[in-house]
Structure formats: structure tokens, C-alpha cells
């Protein structure tokens, strides 16, 4: 087979609140996609915030591996860029581009944000047309197209342009079925739509170019949707991401897959699918046996974790098909309200005392009769078995990754931006006391 080209196409805060996972979206050309493609209904981002999360898919490794614990435009960076995959690519024979979101690398810099990364091109608005134009000139392959829409992040549209009646609108769990949630979710539905259109332009892009049958498309998103306990969160809600892959190697023909997969997945299953020697650093498993039919799973467990986002919420969590525990690390026991984003949905939650809600240093659920994640059994001891295997599991793996968290709070850079976690609106330079930073620029 020749190497296929790659497009990776990706929104913001999408979570799986799209039209082939079951929802009331309408999305007709991702659920176009997934009927030709492949379908992963039990996948996880590694963190359910915005550049750790895209950080971990394109390096294949952990944010606190990679350097990857905030936000680039708050002051983060990677480590190492040419541990980001078009690297691993180039060497062989990939020309890449990049046209739209990025967000691992600061727009702030001295040099460019995509030179930074190490693109070999870059399109600067209207950067869609322009790649469109790019699938269609006949270009030089193979080559791997970053392609990144700010939806469905807020600020969403006003109600007016919401094609959806609120009324009859469906909020997502764990929220409760209100007039605003309802306006929160119709708005929401209307970004998603307008995703969903765009995307649809790239590929009949890909279509009208005749290259469709030769690059493997990736359309995923960062994280879960932009709500109380979704983004932001180690819950399912948070981390249960899209993931639709279509082109060769046997990306096709509407396969729905249910185990469990992650991000880090990605990286090492274009190696296997070039055939080419994975990096020593990657963290996933090639989803070539899944695809394929081979297995029904890949994984017994999967890890997620938290840093900084808005403030300093330093998680973990472990996941099996069956069991979900997440830990704390912070003294905090109630909402670290900036790391949620301002919308109807959050204000209702604050009016009702959100603000004085506690929150458990340890969690355990059980998926199968808590898939929403709303009963601890950390006190029970008839789940004592389970609860110690997992925190076996969780102290493994943060040995194993070095995890900063042994040692203390994870370091911030040299001033990086970041909100008072009792503030409600963003902008404060503030950073918490107990975290020192790494003395990195």
C-alpha cells in the first residue's frame, strides 16, 4: 500500500454531542463519515482540557510527560517539539500543513506559532478556503493536513440564530432539565452545526481532488463539552471524546468499536499503518487490531489526568470497562469555579450554591449501574477489593511516568497566566502559592 495522506480534523469542546454517537444533533456529514468510515464509541482524551489534551494525542504521550500541564496561550509550551508527529512523518517523505487551530504552541512568541511546531506551511485566514484550495491543486504526497475549527467552543450563538427550539431541547446529564439548560444546549446544537458544515466543505475537498481514497481522515475533538462537570473533568462527561477514522488500511465500511481506545492511540497506529518504527516515547497501542477484527480490546485500563486549566486542579483518574476512580491532589474541597466556562448552564448551578459544593478526595464508580458518575463508593467496604487494585494502578503508572505529582505540585512556567480559584471571571495573573514554577521561560 502507499502511504496514505493524513488530515487531521479537529474542533473544540465537542465531546461526543454529535449525531452518530446518538444525539439529537443533527450532523449529517460526520454521521456521513462514520457510515463510510469507522466509528469509536468508548473513546478518552488524556486531559480533558484544551492543549494538554491536543498536546498528548500528537506526541503519544502524557502532558506531564511532554511539558504539556496548561494552557500554551497561558504560558505553556512542549518540552520537545519535534516530538510532535509530523516530525516522525517528515523523515518519511510527509510535507505538513496546517490551516486553522493549533493550540500547542504560543500565538505570543517571537516566531511564528506553526514555526514553533515545525510546519512546513502554514495557511493564514480565510486558512479553510485556502486548505480546500490546497486538496484540490493536486499537491505533492504524502502530506499531513492539521485542520482545526474553534467550534463548538463558547462563545456560542446568540439564541436567535439557534435553528432549534429550546423548548424541545434535551440538556446533557448530569444537568437538570431547566429553561436555561435547555437555551445553554439549543445554542450549543446550532456551533455544532455549523462544525458539522464545515467539516462537510473539507471533505468534498477531499472528494472533487479524488484524494478521498488515500488519506486517512482523524476527526476528533479535544475534550467534553463546555458545561458544568464535563470540560474539565475527569468524569466520563469530561474525557469521552469522538473519534471517527475513514481511509485505507481498513478504516472503512461503518465498523462501530467498543472498546475502549484513547488518544494516544493515534500516533501509534500511523506507524503501524506506514509501517514504520514507533517512537520510543509513545504511550498507545496501534488500533489496527481493533479495526481489523482481530480483538475486541486493546486495553484493561486507561489514565487521564489534570493540571492546570483556568486555576490549579491537579487529578488523576484510572479506567476500566467496569470502574472509574479519580483522586485529588489539592487541599480543595469544594468547585474550582474559573475552570468552568461562563455560560446558562454554570450560572443556574451558581445560583442554586455550586460554589459550596464539596467535593471527595477520592472517587470510585461503577459504570455499569453509575455511568453517570454520581455515587462514590470510596466508603464502601464491600468495593475495598476494587478500590485498592486501582489505586495500585494509579500509583504504578504515576511512578512509571515520573509523575510530578510524586514530588510535590506540578511546576508552572515562569509567568504563566492563571485565575484565583475562588475568582468567577478570568484574567487575574495570579498563580497558587503551593506550586513553584520550573524557572523555564
Known amino acids: 500500500m502507499n502511504r496514505p495522506n493524513i488530515v487531521y480534523i479537529h474542533s473544540h469542546d465537542t465531546g461526543r454531542y454529535i449525531q452518530p454517537y446518538g444525539h439529537a444533533i443533527e450532523t ?15 473513546n478518552f482524551c488524556i486531559n480533558p482540557t484544551c492543549s494538554p489534551s491536543r498536546a498528548a494525542l500528537l506526541t503519544g504521550c502524557f502532558p506531564h510527560e511532554n511539558g504539556m500541564t496548561g494552557l500554551a496561550h497561558r504560558g505553556w509550551a512542549l518540552n520537545d517539539y519535534k516530538k510532535h508527529m509530523l516530525h516522525t512523518l517528515r523523515l518519511h517523505g510527509y510535507t505538513s500543513v496546517l490551516a486553522g487551530v493549533q493550540h500547542i504552541a504560543s500565538t505570543k512568541a517571537e516566531k511564528d506559532s506553526w514555526q514553533i511546531i515545525g510546519y512546513d506551511k502554514n495557511f493564514k485566514r480565510p486558512n479553510y478556503d485556502q486548505a480546500m484550495t490546497f486538496l484540490e491543486s493536486s499537491p505533492k504526497e504524502p502530506f499531513f493536513l492539521s485542520v482545526g475549527y474553534k467550534e463548538t467552543h463558547r462563545i456560542f450563538p446568540p439564541i436567535a440564530d439557534a435553528p432549534d427550539d429550546p423548548r424541545y431541547c434535551m440538556p446533557p446529564a448530569p444537568l437538570p432539565d431547566t429553561k436555561e439548560t435547555r437555551q445553554d444546549m439549543a445554542r450549543f446544537k446550532a456551533s455544532a452545526r455549523e462544525l458539522d458544515r464545515m467539516m462537510g466543505e473539507m471533505f468534498a475537498a477531499l472528494e472533487r481532488s479524488g484524494l478521498a481514497d488515500k488519506t486517512l481522515v482523524i476527526c476528533t475533538t479535544d475534550h467534553g463539552i463546555a458545561f458544568p462537570r464535563m470540560k474539565c473533568n475527569l468524569h466520563d462527561s469530561g474525557i469521552g471524546v469522538m473519534l471517527i477514522m475513514r481511509g485505507p488500511g481498513g478504516f472503512t465500511g461503518g465498523k462501530v468499536i467498543d472498546g475502549m481506545t484513547s488518544h494516544l492511540d493515534i500516533y501509534p497506529t500511523i506507524c503501524d499503518l506506514l509501517g514504520i518504527e514507533p517512537p520510543a516515547w509513545l504511550r498507545g497501542k496501534t488500533l489496527l487490531p481493533l479495526v481489523r477484527g482481530k480483538t475486541d480490546n486493546i486495553h484493561n485500563e486507561l489514565f487521564s489526568e489534570i493540571n492546570y486549566h483556568a486555576a490549579y486542579e491537579p487529578q488523576r ?7 472509574k476512580y479519580i483522586r485529588r491532589y489539592d487541599e480543595r474541597n469544594t468547585p474550582v469555579l474559573p475552570n468552568c466556562d461562563d455560560g446558562e448552564s454554570k450560572s443556574l448551578w451558581l445560583a442554586h450554591g455550586w460554589r459550596d459544593q464539596s467535593l471527595s478526595e477520592e472517587s470510585l464508580f461503577d459504570l455499569v449501574f453509575d ?15 476494587v478500590l485498592t487494585d486501582l489505586r495500585k494502578r494509579l500509583a504504578h503508572w504515576m511512578k512509571e511516568t515520573n509523575d510530578p505529582l510524586l514530588k510535590g505540585p506540578v ?31
Open 411 to 441: 511546576p508552572y512556567p515562569a509567568g504563566a497566566i492563571m485565575n484565583n480559584p475562588d475568582s468567577l471571571s478570568p484574567g487575574d495573573r495570579l498563580v497558587p502559592a503551593q506550586a513553584p514554577h520550573s524557572g523555564k521561560a
Open 371 to 385: 455511568p453517570n458518575e454520581t455515587a462514590n463508593l470510596v466508603k464502601d467496604s464491600k468495593y475495598k477489593p
Open 317 to 323: 483518574a484510572v479506567r476500566t470497562q467496569r470502574w
Open 28 to 42: 449529517p456529514c460526520l454521521q456521513r463519515l462514520a457510515e463510510e468510515g469507522v466509528l469509536f464509541r468508548q
